[in-house]
């Protein structure tokens, strides 16, 4: 980051001093020689009241007065006979005026504009020469030695002023824009999280309700598979509404805690004896040393297991499913193998669940195989995903 500081300290020498050599270059030119004192003194006191433009700002008033001091010391020592004596400090008092201007509070600025008037007014008639008797010249050289400045001055700090406000509104406009939209945006959340509660909730509820009712009353011994899918259907409810409420909470922006997190690989085995509760006959085989995953691809590899198992249990023909857990050095897999029901064999778009593994896939940048075995007999789903030897997801 640039030093302004430091910069703007830099600057304010560099004027000060190019005043000084234009004041001196000048005043040597046209003034009397160096060899008396009172040119010396003249001279000496132009060399402090030029470098003393690049004190702090908030001396201006001091400087400007100084200069003023000086355009009337300058006729009072030096020698007026022969035709006026010049001022040795025209561009110091350009630069004064500009300072006192742009720097002061309106009050200390109008005063320092009143003294270097009276100063240079002093200053001319009692230097002789033409300004000293034509009030005209007089009141032209007042106006371009300290007014114009002071007036500039005045203008380049309103000027600034102005465009920091223009900053700050265009600033506040954002801001208030990002407030509108993050409020819209919430309050959309909130009524997406209303109308899933009242059109999905109830639904689901009742479906949990009405297979608990459902189960409680069958008394026949040989019902034993309708007893087992209901309770297959009640799990599937309440999980059902679990997930719900957690993803009611994230719309209303609400932490739900850990107990109510997005499950995981870890919950694979909460997931299998859901499937077989309901008919599906699932083995899980792990392959290789687990490695920690980034939640999201733990997240994502878990419902990608669901959705596949349920495609299992919807279009398979009831035997046993294989799904196989790869860890790799730099490649986590898993696969899912069913054995195929005859309508599934000849129609792949049974599956309606791939869209969604195929989306979660192309998220985490991964790999997705599916199809018919070679055998004819089995399904398979297999997705792949590289993963950071250190950890993490590549």
Not at 13 to 21: F, K, P, Q, T
Not at 42 to 67: K, T, Y
Request: with cysteine; aromatic share 4%.
């Amino acid at each position: 980051m640039v030093d302004i500081s430091g910069s703007l300290a830099r600057q304010a020498w560099l004027v000060a001093a190019v005043c000084l050599v234009a004041d001196l270059s000048t005043f040597l030119i046209f003034g009397p020689p160096l060899t008396r004192w009172d040119t010396l003194v003249v001279v000496a006191c132009a060399v402090v009241a030029d470098l003393a433009l690049a004190a702090s700002a908030r001396l201006s008033g001091l400087v400007a007065a100084g200069h003023a001091a000086l355009a009337v010391l300058a006729p009072l020592l030096l020698c007026t006979c022969t035709g006026g004596v010049r001022v040795p400090n025209n561009s110091g008092i350009l630069v004064a005026g500009y300072r006192a201007g742009a720097w002061l509070r309106t009050p200390q600025a109008v005063l320092a504009l009143a003294v270097m008037f009276a100063g240079l007014t002093a200053s001319y008639l009692l230097g002789g020469g033409r300004n000293a008797h034509d009030w005209r010249l007089l009141t032209a050289n007042l106006l371009t030695s300290v007014a114009l400045p002071w007036l500039v001055g005045r203008y380049t700090t309103a000027r600034r002023a102005y465009v920091a406000e223009l900053e700050k509104q265009e600033e506040r406009k954002r801001r208030n824009e990002r407030e509108d939209v993050e409020r819209a945006v919430a309050d959309e959340r909130s009524a997406i999280a209303r109308d899933l509660h009242d059109v999905i909730s109830h639904h689901v509820s009742a479906i949990g309700l009405h297979a608990g009712a459902a189960r409680m009353g069958l008394t026949e011994p040989g019902e034993a598979k309708v007893h087992r899918s209901l309770i297959a259907v009640e799990t599937a409810s309440r999980s059902a509404m679990v997930d719900l409420r957690r993803l009611l909470d994230l719309l209303h922006g609400q932490d739900s805690g850990p107990a109510s997190r997005q499950p995981g690989l870890d919950n694979l085995d909460e997931l299998l004896d859901g499937m077989r509760a309901a008919g599906l006959a699932v083995r899980l085989t792990t392959e290789g040393k687990p490695s920690e995953l980034p939640g999201s691809l733990d997240i994502a590899l878990y419902r990608i297991a669901q959705e596949a198992l349920t495609n299992a249990l919807r279009h398979g023909d009831g035997g046993q499913v294989e799904l196989v857990l790869t860890y790799r050095r730099t490649e986590v897999a898993l696969t899912v193998t069913n054995p195929a029901s005859p309508a599934a064999r000849h129609e792949e778009r049974a599956h309606l669940g791939l869209s969604g593994i195929r989306q979660r896939v192309a998220l985490f940048g991964g790999t997705a195989t599916y199809g018919m075995l070679a055998d004819g007999a089995h399904w398979q789903v297999r997705v792949a995903f590289g993963i950071d030897p250190a950890g993490g997801q590549e």
